[in-house]
């Protein structure tokens, strides 16, 4: 999948994928003095603590932001308990490691928060791209 920027404080490095982004602000809301998207660059890392961001980070709903600790040889994220959340006129979030079979039989694993289209009109299918929004998508 496309381009990918790295942000680090030299204990944690947050990750961004902004293709995979749908844009539900989460990061914004919950952490303002570090997430800015109208700055460049918009992440600004030392706002805030690593336990803070790694908090954050966990919130994000598309898994455009993900994080890796600077010390550990492994960077393979942890396996979490799964959980799922229904958001109001929005995506299904499915917390944890997932193993995905897409129709075409490719396989992938999700770590962390994954979200899933409720509205048939994304065009990153299974995955939520954001378009319920314009498309008025109640449920």
Not at 13 to 23: G, L, N, R, S
Not at 52 to 58: A, E, G, R, Y
Not at 104 to 128: I, L, M, V
Request: charged share 25%; proline share 4%; hydrophobic share 30%.
């Amino acid at each position: 999948m496309g381009k990918t920027k790295e942000y680090s404080n030299g204990e944690v490095t947050i990750v961004w994928k902004p293709e995979a982004c749908i844009h539900s602000g989460i990061c914004v809301k919950g952490l303002g003095a570090v997430f800015q998207p109208k700055e460049r660059p918009w992440i600004k890392i030392d706002a805030a603590s690593t336990e803070i961001l790694v908090n954050q980070v966990k919130a994000c709903p598309s898994g455009a932001l993900s994080y890796y600790m600077n010390d550990e040889q492994n960077k393979e994220a942890e396996t979490l308990e799964t959980k799922v959340e229904v958001l109001e006129d929005g995506p299904l979030l499915v917390y944890g490691t997932l193993k995905v079979t897409h129709k075409d039989g490719r396989k992938e694993t999700k770590n962390r928060t994954t979200a899933f289209c409720r509205c048939g009109a994304s065009r990153n299918k299974p995955y939520c791209d954001g378009t319920h929004t314009n498309e008025g998508f109640k449920g």
